[in-house]
């Protein structure tokens, strides 16, 4: 079993940044691949950025990319979301993920999910 608990959400104007934290508990965390998805109202939820167990691998969402930066720290079983030129659409609540997936960019492959925290994003 794995826990996650995310952190760092708020309210930020347009153009503005913002860290997000996953802190993880349980077995084995960094034999985990993880990632972050997004829910805006009345959407579905969507992958933003996902990072492998070692921290060497990274993609992201066409959406984010440039802007977003997903990191890992598996000595503090802790997964980053480092958000920049936040735009009014990046507004959801963001949720950490774990799998075993090699690429976790689909829910169905997701074995964890946190509770989420909310992104507000004012233009």
């Known amino acids: 079993q794995v826990q996650l608990v995310e952190s760092g959400g708020g309210l930020v104007q347009a153009g503005g940044s913002l860290r997000l934290s996953c802190a993880a508990s349980?077995?084995?965390?960094?034999?985990?691949?993880m990632s972050w998805f997004r829910q805006a109202p009345g959407k579905e939820r969507e992958f933003v950025a996902g990072?492998?167990?070692?921290?060497?691998?990274?993609y992201y969402a066409d959406s984010v990319k440039g802007r977003f930066t997903i990191s890992r720290d598996n000595a503090k079983n802790t997964v980053y979301l480092q958000m920049l030129s936040l735009k009014f659409e990046d507004t959801a609540i963001y949720y950490c993920?774990?799998?075993?997936?090699?690429?976790?960019?689909?829910?169905?492959?997701?074995?964890?999910w946190g509770q989420g925290t909310q992104v507000t994003v004012s233009s």
């Open positions: 349980g077995r084995s965390f960094s034999s985990y691949a």
């Open positions: 990072i492998g167990w070692s921290g060497g691998r990274t």
């Open positions: 993920a774990a799998g075993r997936a090699a690429t976790l960019d689909q829910r169905y492959n997701v074995a964890y």
